[in-house]
């Protein structure tokens, strides 16, 4: 019961649950990725082994491995640092261009 958009980058053993994933305005360069591993950033799209449920994650955005995006808290409203995700109504929003770093939990 999820909607996954165009040139949505999903890692193998992610699961998505109940929520929809905007995708990407662009697909990253061999290079690009090569940088990002150099700078420790997540590539463009979700990484491994990834929990989604009850979400909202707009384009650009980089979801590095092992993050659990679950309101396992029953958070009903909170606000992210920098702006990094918001919760509303116990649904994580993941903002364009976001970056949530590998071991995240929400």
């Known amino acids: 019961r999820s909607i996954i958009g165009l040139r949505s980058r999903i890692g193998a053993g992610t699961t998505i649950e109940n929520s929809i994933v905007m995708g990407s305005d662009f697909f990253e360069t061999v290079e690009e990725m090569k940088t990002n591993v150099a700078k420790s950033i997540p590539h463009l799209g ?3 082994n990834v929990i989604v449920k009850r979400s909202i994650i707009d384009k650009n955005v980089r979801i590095g491995k092992n993050v659990q995006l679950t309101n396992s808290r029953g958070i009903e ?17 993941i903002p364009k261009n976001a970056i949530i770093p590998d071991n995240t939990i929400i």
């Open 46 to 48: 979700i990484g491994e």
């Open 77 to 93: 409203k909170e606000d992210g640092p920098n702006g990094s995700y918001f919760i509303r109504e116990g649904i994580i929003l």
